[in-house]
């Protein structure tokens, strides 16, 4: 019997030969078959999150009426330089308490990583039990999880338009994945020790950098899955 991480990377091997041989329809049911699984395991359907996305959004309008109203008040305070003072006293800008516990990743494992969302109230956590878990921080609801890695996660990166999430791991693999859809779309091997740090190279996020224990930095071609750049530490 396979454990469902070994099932899941499976999947994804799966996947990358059907694309590679040219079974382009094939690897898209397949794909699909992929999402609904994941989707049936946990997490909301796409339409609660649609819906959720129209009350957040509703929420962020409210929000940010009353954050216009508080600073038309500072604007007034600033008028009367004897008001600051006293005013700026009354307010604690500090969090004097947490929204939320999110618990999901194995117990007693460290957690290694944690990324937000550029546009969206979502964040995503990696751990040294090789998950990747995707939250709702306003809520503090799970939405799910990204499989394939076989090894601790240890770094994660968004790409600047919200749209791919990369990641590294112990399993020396880098995996680039859809975030639309929740998929591996690329997994960037040639790392000979773990991949310990990914950064997306702006502006246009064409390329990742990624860091690894074996004493090297690549920069890779992501639309290609090749490696354009390797710069070697001399003192290995």
Avoid at 169 to 198: F, K, M, N, P
Wanted: with cysteine.
């Amino acid at each position: 019997m396979l454990t469902e991480r070994k099932r899941a990377c499976l999947h994804s091997d799966i996947l990358e030969y059907l694309r590679a041989i040219g079974y382009d329809e094939s690897a898209k049911v397949f794909e699909g078959e992929m999402h609904k699984r994941a989707l049936e395991q946990e997490g909301p359907s796409s339409l609660e999150r649609k819906y959720a996305n129209v009350l957040r959004t509703a929420k962020l309008l409210q929000q940010a009426e009353e954050l216009n109203k508080e600073l038309e008040t500072q604007i007034n305070e600033m008028q009367d330089p004897t008001s600051i003072k006293q005013a700026v006293s009354q307010r604690d800008y500090m969090p004097n308490k947490h929204l939320h516990t999110l618990e999901g990743h194995g117990f007693n494992r460290e957690i290694t990583c944690i990324v937000f969302h550029p546009t969206q109230p979502v964040m995503y956590s990696s751990a040294e039990d090789g998950k990747i878990k995707i939250w709702d921080y306003e809520t503090g609801q799970g939405l799910g999880s990204l499989i394939g890695h076989e090894g601790a996660v240890k770094c994660l990166a968004i790409d600047s338009a919200g749209q791919r999430l990369a990641s590294c791991s112990d399993d020396t693999d880098i995996r680039v994945y859809d975030i639309a859809t929740e998929s591996c779309a690329r997994r960037l091997q040639g790392h000979e020790h773990t991949v310990s740090h990914v950064e997306w190279v702006l502006p246009d996020c064409r390329f990742l950098a990624s860091a690894s224990r074996d004493g090297s930095v690549r920069v890779w071609d992501v639309q290609n899955s090749c490696v354009e750049r390797v710069f070697r530490n001399p003192e290995g």
